[in-house]
C-alpha cells in the first residue's frame, strides 16, 4: 500500500482517484466509488484500491456536510464547492454504509490492523460521525 499516513487522501490510490474528481460534472465518480464498496457481496473483502477511493469519495461527501476536513487536496475543494447542492441524503447515506463497510470488514482494514497504529481507525471513525 503506498500510504505515507492514515488520512484518506494520504495514499497513491486517493491521489490517482482525485484526477477522475477534477473532470466528473455529474458526481458519478463519487457514487461509483461508494457503490463499488456498498455492492460487494459479503463474503468477499473490499480491496484496498477500492477502499481508498471510497474513503476518499466519501471525505468528499462528509466535507460538504461539514465541517470541512483540513487535509482536502485543493481539486476537491473546487469540486465541491462548484457541486455541494448535488450531495443529498442519499449520498450521505450510501457515503456511511461504504465507510462502516470498509471499517468492519475489508483488506484496508487487515492491513491497518497489521500496523498496531489506531490512527486510521480513529479517522474513520470521525468520518463515519460526521456523516451521520
Known sequence: MGAWGPGPFQNDDASDWVWDLESDDDGSV????????????ID????????????AAAEV???VRGPRSDSLPDEAIVWISAHASR?????????????????IDSEL??????TGDDSWHVGVADMVARLR
Open 61 to 63: 461527501v462528509a466535507s
Open 30 to 41: 463519487v457514487i461509483e466509488a461508494l457503490s463499488i464498496i456498498v455492492d460487494t457481496p
Open 87 to 103: 450531495i443529498d441524503r442519499s449520498w450521505l447515506a450510501l457515503a456511511s454504509g461504504a465507510v462502516e463497510r470498509i471499517m
Open 44 to 55: 468477499e473483502l473490499p480491496e484496498v484500491t477500492e477502499c481508498n477511493n471510497a474513503l
Open 109 to 114: 482494514k487487515e492491513l491497518w490492523d497489521e
